[in-house]
Structures are given as C-alpha cells and as structure tokens.
C-alpha cells in the first residue's frame, strides 16, 4: 500500500474500536481491488460525535462505519438517512458527498446474507428473536422485509419488547400480528413452535453467563444464530444437537460488504474479507 495525495480515507467511530475486525477486511478489500483508500478506526468518546461527524466534512473523509454506542446519537448531526435508518433508528454506514453526510443501516442486510447461508428460505419461517435492543430492531426489520410468518419477541422486560413492536407498527400495518412480546421465562414454552432462534443480547460473552433458556430444547429442526463472534454456550449446545447454527461473523462481514459497495459503488469481494480476518 502507497499513501500520497491521493488517498482516500474510510474509517469507523466507536468507543471502544481496538477490538475491531473492519479496518482488517476493508483495507484487504481495497488492496485486492487496487483502490487507493485507507480504512482507519477513530476512538470517538460519546461526548465528541458532533465534532466527529462535523470532521467527515473537514478533513473531507469519504466515508465511515459507525458502532457501538454511537448508532443513535450520529443521527442529528447528519444532512439525510435512508429509509430503513426511520424504522430502525439506528445508523452504522455514513457516507460523504462533498460534506453532504448521508446514513445507512447495513446491519440487517448483514444478518439476512449471513442467515441465507445456512436457510437460503426464510419467508414463511417462525422466528424467535431474543433482546429487543437496537441489534434486535435491525434483525427484526430484515425478517419482516424477508417475509417471515411469525416472530416471537423475548426480552428481560416485557415493556421494551412491547415499545419496539409500537414503534414498527408505524411502519408495518400488520406488524402486530406478526409479532407477539413474551418473557423470558415463557420462552421454553414456544421453542417447538419455531425454526429459527437469533440471540441478539450480550448474554454467552462470559463464559459463567447463565443460559437464556433450557438449551437441551433446541433439536435438530432448529437453526440458530448468536450474533456474539465467540462460540457461545447456545452455539455449542445447537451444535451437540446436530442444528444448523452461526455466529456473528457472517453478519460482520455482509454489513461491511454492503458498507464497502455504498462507499464505492462496487460490489465487494465476500471471500477476500472473509480470509482477511479467517473466518
């Protein structure tokens, strides 16, 4: 790689970021593709994003992946944002022209490319989706875009569940009778009931995490994804009952194609990123 005066640069606002695997694939994407651009992470504290964001204008930044725990709060300080950034209220791909800052939400793209690899067909499917946190808003929005027969929503708090569905419902006329808000505690209960189980919570980062529910109901009918990188204790139980099942890199590396092709108006390269950060 050469840097001159003729570099683009790419990057990611987060805080923390050093634990991320973007600025890895995306520099490989763009070394394949002979594009002259760098991909650099920015620690960005929560009380600086306005002046973060303001910087893409600046220093004339091209474009920018945004993470946790600024995919809320990027929103104000942007010219425009895209269709799905109204449901999900969340955005993690800004890009810039000529400082005209547009957001985007790539993360549901991520999960339904990464979810097709192991259930090419997902209308029609019963899902149940746990967390109802913005993850959980931006997975739910691409199964209803995916046509999907059922979700059940567990959460911790009944309430939050029930916040999130109101709010689709603004946008979905039938949202109401897609999803149905239950309990944890009720989620043994209906685990027959579905085909498709999506942690979208941080509960299997630890390993001493309790288990969400009783892991020894998932069969072999079940596919099940845990949007945590590791392979978490639900991972390692639908795998010891012979399920279809995935972690969160899949997810990772979609958005970012998706990302990388809203950037740059090229399709990226799914294997080169996946063999940039083996996976």
Do not use: C
Not at 9 to 37: C, D, E, M, R, W
Not at 82 to 95: M, Y
């Amino acid at each position: 790689m050469t840097l001159d005066g003729n570099t683009l640069v790419y990057g990611l606002f987060g805080y923390p970021v050093k634990h991320s695997k973007s600025p890895t694939f995306q520099t490989a994407v763009f070394q394949h593709l002979g594009i002259n651009a760098v991909y650099v992470p920015f620690q960005v504290k929560p009380e600086d994003i306005e002046k973060a964001v303001e910087s893409l204008r600046v220093l004339d930044i091209k474009g920018v992946n945004v993470t946790i725990p600024h995919k809320e709060n990027v929103i104000p300080y942007l010219n425009e944002i895209s269709e799905e950034v109204k449901v999900i209220k969340a955005v993690n791909t800004i890009k810039n022209i000529d400082g005209y800052l547009i957001g985007y939400n790539t993360d549901w793209y991520g999960f339904i490319e990464g979810l097709k690899e192991i259930m090419p067909d997902i209308a029609g499917k019963r899902v149940l989706v746990i967390g109802a946190g913005g993850s959980s808003r931006a997975i739910i929005y691409g199964l209803l875009n995916q046509g999907v027969g059922k979700i059940y929503l567990a959460n911790r708090t009944i309430k939050r569940a029930e916040n999130l569905i109101e709010d689709f419902s603004n946008f979905y006329r039938i949202v109401k009778m897609i999803i149905k808000p239950i309990s944890l505690d009720e989620i043994n209960r209906i685990l027959n009931e579905v085909e498709l189980i999506v942690n979208t919570t941080s509960v299997g980062l630890n390993e001493d995490d309790p288990e969400i529910f009783d892991y020894n109901l998932i069969n072999s009918s079940h596919t099940v994804v845990d949007i945590i990188y590791e392979e978490t204790k639900l991972l390692q139980k639908a795998k010891e009952k012979n399920a279809n099942y995935q972690n969160g890199y899949p997810m990772l590396i979609y958005q970012g194609a998706k990302s990388f092709e809203i950037w740059t108006g090229k399709p990226a390269p799914i294997e080169v990123m996946k063999r940039a950060i083996g996976v």
